[in-house]
């Protein structure tokens, strides 16, 4: 396999084999994010995609699941993913599940065919950055989409079979909006209904605008004591009406929570008021990372 630079996958792919098909971030442009910061956006060559993927069957034996990087591989045009989900299947039949980064811009560039397409030819499932259901933090941030079009793009993906995967930051709001952010990220779940949720907690990497924001004292950041209640008012907020994951047990989080939606709501909500109560249950800052 050939790399170039640091490859980031999320931690459910943590057994994934890792297939580098874009160099970078299309979008690159988010205040908090450090991760692609050091590259230009390309897209890879297919050829060479394919051949990566020869060599993988070479040298390994059983592989499960294929995680395509780097930021937002479904920015290829079908054609070209579609050449790489069949070599996928081709070489590797025992693979369950290929997974990959999808900008929201991204899902709302493709059709609703092309979306199925990539489904019934081997991608399960996408994971979306949303961050925050506020419009104000969203434009903040320089997400470069509205709550609405985030909306849109996590039940575009759910209806084409290909499960959407969400992600949001505590605090990314800061003192200032924390109650907006957890009020509109529920509205957002609640419209999506994806099929996995996942909540980190913010930590500024240096050098990011946000990180400067902060040590110019423009950003104040939440204390954790401040994020449980801001997590408990954000989990109270969601209204799904289908099954939905929901994990907030990132290395980055102060108190891990998992469970399913709706089912799960109210042991959750009672386990944060528990950790409200008793401060003792939650991670050191010196245990934190992202």
Known sequence: ???EGNIYRPPSEAHSLILQVTIGCAHN?????????????RIRKISDVLEDLDSARQ??????KIFLADGDALVLKNADLLAILDHIAKLFPECRRVGIYASPQDVLRKTPEE????????????????ESGSAAILKAIKKGVTPEQMIEAGRKLEASGIQASVTFI?????????????????RIISAMEPSYVGLLTLMASRGTELELDI??????????????????ELVSNIHVTKNCVFRSNHASNYLSLAGDLPKDQDR???QIKKAMNNLGMLKDERFRAL
């Open 215 to 232: 040590r110019s004292g423009k950003f104040q950041v939440l204390s954790p004591e401040e994020v449980l209640e801001e997590t408990f």
């Open 1 to 3: 396999m050939r790399y």
């Open 29 to 41: 442009a988010c205040t908090f994010c450090s991760m692609f910061k050091d590259k230009e956006f």
């Open 170 to 186: 505590s605090g990314i709001g800061g003192r200032v909006s924390w109650k907006e952010h957890a009020v509109e990220s529920g």
């Open 59 to 64: 040298g390994y034996g059983r592989v499960d």
């Open 115 to 130: 979306l199925k397409e990539l489904y019934t030819r081997g991608l399960g499932i996408a994971y979306m950055g949303v």
């Open 268 to 270: 959750l909500l009672a």
